[in-house]
């Protein structure tokens, strides 16, 4: 078994490959949103609950464009901001995976963004943790089959706690590509433009690729005054993973643009009985 660990590194500007792309993700932004407003700071996706608001139930107003439970849409735009309440500093994540679903009901937070569900920024100070018992990421994100506001963003945004695991034989991974056990907090889905502001990514594992991110082929990620801290990618719970690719802060398969962000103490653990070793204990992009 093979380890390797990225150790303190401040990036102040990494291109891989798209030059210009991190200008042009700032100016879209959520100057014309429709703000909903985080109340709750546990999991829950209550339609009846109409007195208080979930971040669950946030992101599935905005995924739809209309009010659900205490999370108020006014239907003024399709592009959505999430803002969290004063006495809300932390977020769980703890409703417990049923299936393999991306409707947004349990395990991860399932958010479509795209020209029907508009842009979607998450805007804290906000920490957000997922529940260890949930062996789940904290957000998933997709393209709504649309062209067009394919942009999430996540603003003061900390996710820790992710943990992805298998659950099938790895005879048949080509993970590296899907990332179906990958990014421990982010899954970014093809197409979609991810941006993250001064944001943290730390203490999340996978256990294929992107401890902390994965991004899937023609997804861009971009990182301004982010810091990726203490993620590992190549352990399902404590056990080593076969087929493990690396990538143990982040595995981008795209455009992958760093401005003044810290890439710290990430690893990956990679076995090499199979053949598949391709390493990045910090960061592994993978184009072409």
Same mark, same amino acid.
């Given at each position: 078994?093979?380890?390797?660990?990225?150790?303190?590194?401040?990036?102040?500007?990494?291109?891989?490959?798209?030059?210009?792309?991190?200008?042009?993700?700032?100016?879209?932004?959520?100057?014309?949103?429709?703000?909903?407003?985080?109340?709750?700071?546990?999991?829950?996706?209550?339609?009846?609950?109409? %007195?208080?608001? %979930?971040?669950?139930?946030?992101?599935?107003?905005?995924?739809?464009?209309?009010?659900?439970?205490?999370?108020?849409?006014?239907?003024?735009?399709?592009?959505?901001?999430?803002?969290?309440?004063?006495?809300?500093?932390?977020?769980?994540?703890?409703?417990?995976?049923?299936?393999?679903?991306? &409707?947004?009901?349990?395990?991860?937070? &399932?958010?479509?963004?795209?020209?029907?569900?508009?842009?979607?920024?998450?805007?804290?100070?906000? %920490?957000?943790?997922? &529940?260890?018992?949930?062996?789940?990421?904290?957000?998933?994100?997709?393209?709504?089959? %649309?062209?067009?506001?394919?942009?999430?963003?996540?603003?003061?945004?900390?996710?820790?706690?992710? &943990?992805?695991?298998?659950?099938?034989?790895?005879?048949?991974?080509?993970?590296?590509?899907?990332?179906?056990?990958?990014?421990?907090?982010?899954?970014?889905?093809?197409?979609?433009?991810?941006?993250?502001?001064?944001?943290?990514?730390?203490?999340?594992?996978?256990?294929?690729?992107?401890?902390?991110?994965?991004?899937?082929?023609?997804?861009?990620?971009?990182?301004?005054?982010?810091?990726?801290?203490?993620?590992?990618?190549?352990?399902?719970?404590?056990?080593?993973?076969?087929?493990?690719?690396?990538?143990?802060?982040?595995?981008?398969?795209?455009?992958?643009?760093?401005?003044?962000?810290?890439?710290?103490?990430?690893?990956?653990?990679?076995?090499?009985?199979?053949?598949?070793?391709?390493?990045?204990?910090?960061?592994?992009?993978?184009?072409?």
């Amino acid at each position: 078994m093979l380890t390797k660990m990225l150790k303190g590194r401040v990036i102040k500007h990494l291109i891989v490959p798209a030059a210009a792309l991190a200008a042009a993700l700032l100016t879209v932004g959520s100057a014309q949103a429709d703000t909903i407003t985080v109340t709750l700071g546990w999991d829950r996706l209550d339609p009846g609950a109409t %007195s208080d608001c %979930s971040l669950r139930e946030a992101i599935q107003a905005a995924n739809t464009n209309s009010t659900v439970a205490g999370c108020t849409h006014t239907g003024s735009d399709i592009n959505d901001l999430i803002v969290f309440d004063g006495a809300v500093s932390a977020v769980s994540i703890t409703r417990t995976v049923s299936a393999d679903n991306d &409707d947004n009901d349990d395990g991860d937070l &399932d958010a479509f963004v795209g020209a029907v569900s508009g842009t979607l920024t998450v805007r804290g100070p906000i %920490s957000v943790q997922v &529940d260890a018992n949930l062996f789940d990421r904290a957000f998933d994100v997709f393209a709504d089959g %649309s062209a067009g506001n394919l942009l999430f963003t996540l603003e003061r945004v900390t996710v820790s706690g992710g &943990d992805v695991r298998l659950d099938v034989t790895p005879e048949s991974y080509t993970d590296k590509f899907l990332c179906t056990f990958s990014g421990g907090a982010l899954r970014v889905g093809s197409g979609v433009s991810a941006l993250l502001n001064g944001s943290v990514i730390a203490a999340n594992t996978a256990a294929i690729a992107g401890g902390g991110i994965c991004a899937l082929p023609d997804a861009s990620l971009t990182l301004t005054g982010t810091t990726i801290q203490s993620n590992t990618a190549g352990l399902s719970g404590t056990t080593p993973v076969d087929y493990a690719w690396g990538g143990g802060g982040i595995w981008s398969n795209g455009a992958l643009v760093m401005t003044n962000s810290q890439v710290l103490n990430n690893r990956a653990v990679l076995s090499g009985s199979n053949g598949h070793l391709i390493g990045g204990g910090g960061i592994a992009v993978v184009t072409g």
